[in-house]
């Protein structure tokens, strides 16, 4: 399975982003996806997991401001409000388990990344 992520970009504090995933095929409809997250110098985090049956995991950080959502193959992640804390790669991942799970390990495919860069 490959998965292709997309929709990064520059955008100023306050503003919104898209991102996508998209699966070569339609495993993501069976599993967990997940949304992660690197910024430089740290480790990778948990972003947002979206379960077989819709329903969704959010980080703290990501609560109020990201939503996680899912269309056939693809899987999107709507960031609104976004603060220049939120620089980083993101990367989605299909998860072992229907449920999902916070925990990279826990995810046998992994995308590529997209850079999300915020501006004060």
Not at 6 to 34: E, F, P
Not at 50 to 65: C, M, P
């Amino acid at each position: 399975v490959q998965l292709q992520a997309s929709g990064g970009g520059l955008v100023q504090a306050g503003g919104s982003l898209r991102l996508s995933c998209a699966a070569s095929r339609r495993t993501s409809s069976n599993n967990g996806v997940g949304w992660f997250r690197r910024a430089p110098g740290k480790e990778r985090e948990f972003v947002a997991a979206i379960a077989w049956n819709g329903a969704t995991t959010y980080s703290d950080t990501a609560k109020g401001r990201f939503t996680i959502s899912r269309d056939n193959a693809k899987v999107y992640l709507q960031m609104n409000s976004l603060k220049p804390d939120d620089t980083a790669v993101y990367y989605c991942a299909v998860a072992r388990s229907a449920y999902g799970s916070t925990i990279g390990t826990s995810h046998q495919y992994w995308g590529q990344g997209t850079q999300v860069t915020v501006s004060s």
